[in-house]
């Protein structure tokens, strides 16, 4: 029976490049991505958003004009779910609708001044957040996150596409 570690691990005479982990790197992401967002609110005074809601509206602030349907798209969500939460971030004063002068069924979204202003402050704050972690990191640690962001940007803009 083959030893399950070393059918894992890369050839390296064929492949010099290991593996990427992609378990251990999702892991990882979501993991910053939850701590960050958690300890990032204690000193905005902003009141917490779920999660579902602080997704809507960082697709509705990275495209703005884009319609209910395309956000429920683009989440892979119920249109109805994603209606009911774009309502709650209508009345908070982050979004607002615009209806089609000629077709008075479509209607677009666009983020507010308060909502890109929460979004300047959380932006930082979650800056705030990394740049003291980071900070305890070794120098070689810290070139690496560096050299890698570019790449971690694209993969985010890749997994971000629709489909």
């Known amino acids: 029976m083959e030893n399950v570690e070393s059918a894992a691990a890369p050839d390296t005479a064929q492949d010099p490049a290991p593996a990427v982990d992609h378990r251990g790197l999702a892991v990882a992401l979501m993991d910053i ?3 960050v967002r958690r300890k990032s609110l204690e000193g905005t ?3 917490p958003l779920p999660n579902a ?3 809507i509206l960082r697709v509705v602030e ?3 004009g884009i319609t209910v349907a395309e956000v429920a798209s683009r989440l892979g ?3 109805s779910n994603v209606s ?3 309502r709650e971030l209508v009345a908070r004063g982050l979004v607002t609708r615009t209806r089609d002068a000629t077709d008075k069924r479509y209607v677009t979204l666009h983020p507010t001044d308060e909502s890109l202003r ?3 402050l959380l932006e930082t704050a979650w800056a705030d957040v990394l740049a003291t972690a980071t900070a305890q990191l070794l120098p070689e640690e810290q070139a690496r996150i560096r ?3 570019p790449a971690l940007q694209r993969l985010a803009s890749i997994i971000g596409q629709p489909g």
């Open 53 to 55: 809601l602080i997704e």
């Open 84 to 86: 009911t939460q774009l």
């Open 33 to 35: 991505s939850f701590d």
């Open 77 to 79: 969500r119920q249109f």
């Open 62 to 64: 990275n495209q703005p």
């Open 118 to 120: 929460i979004k300047t």
């Open 147 to 149: 050299a890698s962001l």
């Open 45 to 47: 005074g902003l009141p």
